[in-house]
């Protein structure tokens, strides 16, 4: 663990995200909550979704010592959760997206994509799945505006970053 990179990584996953106050987040891969309850402290609530039950009690746990409010956490797979919420007309301003090195899975991009949130901020661990990733976004009407590296490993091959897209409005819309 690299704690200062960790705080950059997660500066520039807000920065990214350009919160006001007024936004709904979802977070899938949420983990513990980390950048959950970090982004929290600007949207008005933030929805994290993660696979490990063990690791959703442990975001609500970090929740409750912060005393961050404005989240919810749940388990389960984001490509089911989301859908879930969408039914109980929970809309998504931002989604943010850590997930491992394999990447997103193909169901939850078109989740993301049917969402239609106004932003998307990527945070990962793999080039060539970001790269991947990125390009099935765009095919479903984002753009990608930047991406940031970040060595949370010095002198090792790996890196992590963060993208920041933006879904374009088409015409019709």
Known sequence: MNPQQTRVLYEKALEYADLKGNENVIDAYCGIGTISL?????????????????????AKSNAELNGINNVTFTVGAAEEIIPKWQNQDIKADVVVVDPPRKGLEKSLIDTIIGLKPKKVVYVSCNPSTLARDLRLLEDGGFKTIEVQPVDMFPQTTHCEAVARIERVKKADE
């Not at 970090?38 to 442990?58: N, Q, R, S």
Request: charged share 35%; hydrophobic share 50%; aromatic share 10%.
């Open 38 to 58: 970090f982004l929290a402290k600007k949207a008005k609530h933030v929805y994290g979704v993660e696979i490990v039950p063990e690791a959703i009690e442990d």
